[in-house]
């Protein structure tokens, strides 16, 4: 694989110079679904054409009880998600973008004012840098200080993904998430792919395979990585899939929580009540796959999931019964899939 630095401006290249709109991509790997929900399309609706024909992602990156977050989004490109989440989160909200392709930083920098002024605030609640996202501490950037960091269809660009993810670990509050769509592969990507500049920047030959991805993950300190969606990709493009070899690709969101979690789900007698409240959240909350929780139903649930509700944002919206006194042995309530199982779990082309 190239030096990282030479990765680095190959991206910068396509995503700056070789891409000047949606309709240049040559796969179907770098876009989001059409079914968006309706609070979300209504926020989307505002933002401003240009930033929207440079936005290049893969999923959705708006999770629930939002309102006035600190929120960070690693890769933010020419700004559509930060300024979307910028209409969620509030005017007691902020959200910061980081970036290091100038093209892009300069769509993203010229709508500022522009989309305070659609959101109704007295000043922009947004800031850009220009940075890279493996190394965030060039950036000043405190510990422990955002409720949630983003990410969509960037760190799989990432020639250092594992200081990726360390990083966004060291930044978030304690209870915050990282919370992020991304292309996986369903097996190792070989090395020689890496260096097809289309290939890596269509989002492909740099996916991690998703069983790498969990390691990494742990590694970095988010013990119990929880997979919120996933669908197939089918790439569309004859002359790419004959260099791929028959490697499949998902599109995924994962929410990984900076909490004292246990390696595996335990259980301790413990379950929790949905209150129906959150904001935009409608008679259900999804956590991730295997946690759907219905209004006014009491669910029993294991130690881990029991903490992602507890001690988190999410708190408010739930009632708990139980405590830790009582160890029972594993928790067999959860729903044991596997990761971007077609059979349970979305499929198909978005575009």
């Known amino acids: 694989m190239k030096h990282t630095s030479m990765k680095h401006d ?14 240049d991509l040559q796969t179907n790997a770098c876009c989001t679904p059409d079914d968006v929900p309706d609070y979300l399309k209504t926020v989307l609706a505002k933002i401003h054409p240009e930033v929207t024909e440079k936005y290049y992602g893969c999923g959705l990156v708006a999770p629930m009880a939002l309102k006035g977050a ?22 007691g909200g902020s959200v910061l973008g980081v970036d290091m392709t100038d093209e892009q930083l300069d769509v993203a920098w010229r709508h500022e004012d ?11 609640n947004t800031a850009f840098k220009k940075g890279y996202i493996e190394r965030l501490g060039e950036l000043g950037l405190a510990d422990d200080s955002f409720d949630i960091i983003v990410s969509n269809c960037v760190i799989n660009l990432s020639p250092d993904k594992p200081a990726v993810l360390r990083e966004a670990f060291r930044l978030l509050k304690s209870g915050g998430e990282l919370y992020f769509s991304d292309v996986y592969a369903d ?49 569309e493009n004859p002359e ?28 301790f007698g413990l379950s929790v009540t949905y209150l129906g409240a959150m904001p935009n959240g409608g008679a259900e909350f999804v956590l991730d796959k295997d946690h759907v929780f219905a209004a006014g139903a009491e669910v029993a649930v294991c130690g881990n999931t029991y903490l992602m509700l507890k001690d988190s944002r999410f708190a408010p919206y739930f009632e708990f019964s139980g405590n830790f006194a009582t160890h029972r042995g594993i928790f067999t309530g959860r729903g044991g899939r596997l ?13």
Do not use: M
């Open 114 to 124: 522009f989309h305070a002024a659609a959101f109704g605030y007295a000043q922009p």
């Open 339 to 351: 990761p971007f199982d077609p059979a349970n779990g979305g499929s198909g082309s978005c575009c």
């Open 70 to 91: 600190a929120i960070l989004d690693l890769g933010s490109g020419s700004g559509r998600d930060v300024y979307a989440l910028a209409g969620l989160v509030g005017e």
């Open 10 to 23: 190959d991206v910068k290249d396509y995503y700056g110079k070789v891409l000047q709109g949606s309709d």
């Open 240 to 267: 790419i899939e004959a260099k791929l070899g028959g490697i499949g690709f998902y599109s995924a969101t994962y929410r990984l929580f900076k909490l004292d979690l246990e390696p595996a789900c335990e259980d």
């Open 187 to 235: 097996r190792r990507v070989p090395a020689e792919l890496l260096d097809d500049p289309v290939l890596y920047g269509e989002c492909l030959s740099g996916a991690l395979y998703w069983n790498d991805f969990l390691t990494l993950a742990k590694e970095a300190g988010f013990a119990d990585p929880r997979l919120v969606e996933d669908r197939v990709l089918t790439i």
